[in-house]
């Protein structure tokens, strides 16, 4: 891959994540009916209402939820040092960590050897609608955890199919709905039996599964198909294909918007658009050019106007629309700048006063004021965060049993890109991690379809880190290396088209390993 064979471990990694967003608000049961011929496991039904033994209500929620409580919890799944980091959003206090395995690449696990047995790539987060349990999804082992968000702790670990991405309780909390991304199913597991009972087959890669707010309907996106799949909850059937136009792309992540009408579609894969969906016509209604690496939708309601927020992570910006109800094209009405670099996972505190973005290039989360629209403050957390989700609880949580540090207080540094015999701009992320560093890189306005090589640099010398093509819109969404960026004083990162010649520049030294 033309890497400079100094380097102790270096290679390139050319992805787009995504992570969860999904209504939470009163709804229905799932019917226990099995299509493998398996017995249920016991139903723990969970009372949807808010009136009752004052269960609450989810958000994204209509107006009238709770306020923010520290009973309440903010949830960030944290890719690069494998954890789920722990929010108070009463205090805007980081609680700490929960670890479900080693740090990418920690030298004592040997996180790529053929013994290490945790996980890999924590990525995809869902809740049941009653606040107790939250799930947990690991990209890359193929893992769903369930936590007990009163304790922090792990009661069940399961593993699925290849690479699932995202996945939700179902509406009366029984079962797990889980998108195996890397395949073409959504694989329904009785969670406390801690075993699969159904397999609803969809077009290839489904990504993500949201619940209809009255619980009867889920909505299937896809990573490589042009399709919305809609299924009947009580049957597990496919009822409905909605096509998606080919200038959208492909979507990673979704959202419904608590009334119901609309599901809106994040498309990284094409690097700039959102498909907003009309869930009662079945009609795209329009397609939206958000930015390069659009992520993560999410809703709220202000002042009885509906607006939906959407994450941009080529831009560091996170878009606000005010949704319409006509069939017209939602409207922009803000452009909030984050607080750092990658805005991700998103989501809104009940009574949709706050909104939560997880930054991803800066191991962050910014709070948002939906009444100003600005960022008022900016919380560090674990290492690469991409799903995020608020989980509002009737009863106290333990604040910090079985949480702890990992992930936390690591080195980052953002630089802006030096791109050399090109047109372009982009931002270069150098993140510690256990005894080596990665260093993350993305870039528009590139020339597309053209191969460039990274160089880290300190004024007098420069060395290859790795090579990289950018895509057919010219972009480069994320490119990994890791090296010994920070031990050798490194101060800039310089793209140049073409490969490494094999031999260093003038004046150019190696880095000591």
């Not at 799949?229 to 979507?251: Q, T």
């Not at 009609?283 to 709220?300: K, M, Q, Y």
């Not at 890109?417 to 256990?434: E, F, N």
């Not at 420069?462 to 101060?491: P, R």
Request: charged fraction near 15%; glycine fraction near 10%; aromatic fraction near 6%.
């Amino acid at each position: 891959m033309g890497i400079n064979p100094g380097l102790a471990r270096a290679f390139v990694v050319m992805v787009v994540y995504a992570s969860i967003a999904a209504c939470m608000t009163p709804g229905t049961q799932e019917s226990a009916t099995s299509h493998v011929g398996q017995e249920p496991g016991p139903m723990v039904v969970s009372n949807p209402s808010p009136s009752v033994h004052g269960t609450p209500i989810q958000p994204p929620a209509l107006p009238g939820a709770q306020q923010i409580s520290g009973n309440d919890r903010v949830y960030t799944a944290d890719q690069a040092s494998n954890t789920v980091s722990v929010i108070n959003p009463a205090t805007n206090t980081v609680l700490g960590t929960i670890a479900l395995g080693k740090p990418r690449l920690s030298p004592s696990a040997d996180v790529l050897g053929a013994m290490y047995d945790g996980q890999i790539d924590v990525h995809g987060l869902g809740f049941s609608r009653d606040g107790r349990w939250l799930d947990v999804i690991d990209v890359t082992t193929n893992a769903v955890h369930v936590i007990d968000t009163a304790t922090n702790k792990v009661v069940r670990t399961m593993y699925v199919g290849r690479a699932p991405h995202e996945g939700f309780f179902s509406p009366d909390g029984t079962r797990l709905w889980v998108a195996v991304r890397g395949q073409d199913y959504v694989s329904v597991i009785d969670w406390r039996a801690g075993e699969e009972v159904d397999r609803i087959h969809t077009e290839d890669a489904p990504s993500k599964v949201v619940f209809s707010p009255d619980g009867k309907l889920a909505y299937v996106n896809h990573l490589r198909a042009l399709v919305l799949d809609v299924i009947d909850v009580a049957s597990r059937r496919v009822i409905k294909r909605v096509p998606i136009p080919a200038e959208a792309g492909g979507s990673s992540d979704e959202a419904i918007s608590p009334d119901g009408r609309e599901i809106w579609l994040g498309m990284p894969t094409n690097g700039r658009t959102t498909a907003v969906v009309n869930a009662r016509t079945y009609r795209v209604e329009a397609v939206l050019r958000t930015g390069p690496r659009t992520n993560h939708p999410n809703f709220v309601t202000v002042g009885g106007v509906d607006y939906a927020y959407q994450t941009v992570g080529g831009l560091n910006q996170t878009l606000v629309y005010r949704r319409s109800h006509t069939g017209a094209a939602p409207t922009l009405v803000k452009v909030i700048h984050n607080n750092g670099h990658g805005p991700h996972g998103i989501w809104p505190s009940p009574d949709n006063t706050r909104v939560y973005v997880a930054l991803q290039n800066s191991d962050a989360v910014d709070v948002i004021d939906t009444h100003t629209n600005s960022v008022i403050k900016t919380l560090h957390i674990g290492q690469s965060p991409m799903a995020l989700v608020y989980v509002a609880r009737s009863t106290p949580a333990t604040s910090t049993n079985n949480v702890g540090r990992q992930g936390l207080g690591m080195r980052t540094q953002n630089l802006p890109l030096r791109v050399s015999d090109s047109s372009g701009q982009g931002t270069a992320l150098i993140r510690a991690l256990p005894g080596i560093d990665e260093v993350t890189i993305g870039a528009t306005g590139l020339p597309p379809n053209q191969q460039f090589t990274a160089y880290a640099g300190d004024g007098t010398r420069t060395t290859a880190l790795m090579s990289m093509m950018s895509n057919q819109f010219g972009n480069i969404d994320e490119a990994l290396s890791y090296s010994y960026f920070f031990a050798n004083h490194y101060t800039s990162v310089i793209l140049k088209p073409g490969t490494p010649s094999g031999e260093q520049e003038p004046g150019t030294a190696m880095p000591q390993a």
